[in-house]
């Protein structure tokens, strides 16, 4: 015969061990629920942990490491505190290569801002949900290849052989591409060998960054604003100069705070289409691995953490962390 719960539809009783984690349960959250300040600490402590020792723990490692110098005759890292290796990290060519870095990641948030606005405009004021929605993932569909992939990839379209060429020269356009690649600086043996294949890829795998910050900022300026500067007679382009940029530029702010650090401390686009001049990324590889000179490595870690903390505190200022 089947149990009398059963026959009627319901679940045999639980047995007493199940009672008694119910009770155990119970007594353990009306403990917590008294003490709001203890189970906060509960609940934040794992993230604060892993905050303090992983990640803040590691930069410190950084700090430490980069007062500490390398010695010259033996090659052995010389743990006392000393300023050698930042005034080692001081000399021209290692200043030239923070520079450089500086540049481009500077050159990289100018244009993406340039490119991300109008279609973020577009997708914020005047696309149907649909096609905002087919943007959308247009712009975070490359996002989820790999990026090794998306790198190499520029590399063949850059190459001598590759689409862009093939292009310009069916275009008989082959003496604006070899006037261009003959400049100082900025050219090289093909596009991608050149700070402008450099250029172009970095500003390919970061600009979705860019995009979607400004959209969501965008998204919040309140249509009444834009019809009440229509009624008091301002013209579209009026509107947009003093009303939609200026709420809409913490979302720029935001994304370059992306693009910009993203940039300063790449190393893969570099080594992979640039040519023969470093970037911070890369020295900092070739120093702790190649060279062993960690304290090197480290003083040059510091440049973009110094760089991001003064432009952090900048974007704060400008309201940027309101558009994250």
């Not at 060519?93 to 520079?99: E, L, N, Q, S, Y």
């Not at 590399?155 to 400049?183: M, N, P, T, Y």
């Amino acid at each position: 015969m089947r149990p009398r719960n059963a026959i009627r539809g319901r679940a045999p009783a639980a047995g007493p061990g199940a009672a008694r984690g119910r009770g155990a349960a119970r007594a353990i959250a009306t403990f917590l629920f008294l003490r709001p300040r203890l189970a906060l600490a509960l609940l934040l402590a794992p993230p604060l942990l892993w905050l303090g020792v992983v990640y803040l723990g590691s930069l410190a490692s950084l700090v430490v490491q980069s007062l500490f110098h390398l010695d010259g005759f033996t090659g052995q890292v010389v743990r006392r505190p000393s300023l050698a290796t930042y005034r080692d990290l001081l000399t021209p060519a290692h200043m030239d290569i923070a520079i450089r870095t500086v540049m481009m990641a500077a050159a990289v948030t100018g244009a993406a801002a340039i490119l991300a606005f109008p279609l973020a405009y577009y997708m914020a004021r005047f696309a149907s949900s649909r096609i905002k929605a087919a943007l959308t993932l247009g712009v975070m569909l490359p996002l989820w290849s790999s990026y090794l992939v998306r790198v190499y990839s520029w590399k063949l379209i850059l190459a001598r052989e590759g689409v862009v060429s093939w292009f310009v020269e069916r275009a008989r356009l082959g003496w604006i591409l070899e006037g261009v690649l003959a400049l100082p600086g900025i050219g090289g043996p093909s596009l991608s060998v050149s700070a402008i294949g450099t250029f172009l890829a970095f500003l390919y795998v970061w600009l979705p960054y860019m995009i979607l910050p400004i959209e969501a900022a965008l998204e919040r300026v309140p249509p009444s604003l834009l019809e009440a500067s229509s009624d008091l007679g301002a013209r579209p382009a009026q509107t947009f100069r003093r009303v939609t940029l200026p709420l809409a530029f913490p979302g720029v702010v935001a994304g370059s705070i992306f693009t910009f650090s993203l940039t300063l401390g790449d190393f893969i686009v570099p080594g992979t289409l640039g040519n023969s001049s470093l970037f911070i990324g890369q020295a900092v590889l070739a120093h702790q691995g190649t060279a062993g000179n960690i304290p090197l490595a480290a003083a040059f870690t510091l440049i973009p953490m110094a760089i991001m903390a003064v432009y952090l505190v900048l974007a704060r200022r400008l309201g940027a962390f309101d558009a994250l």
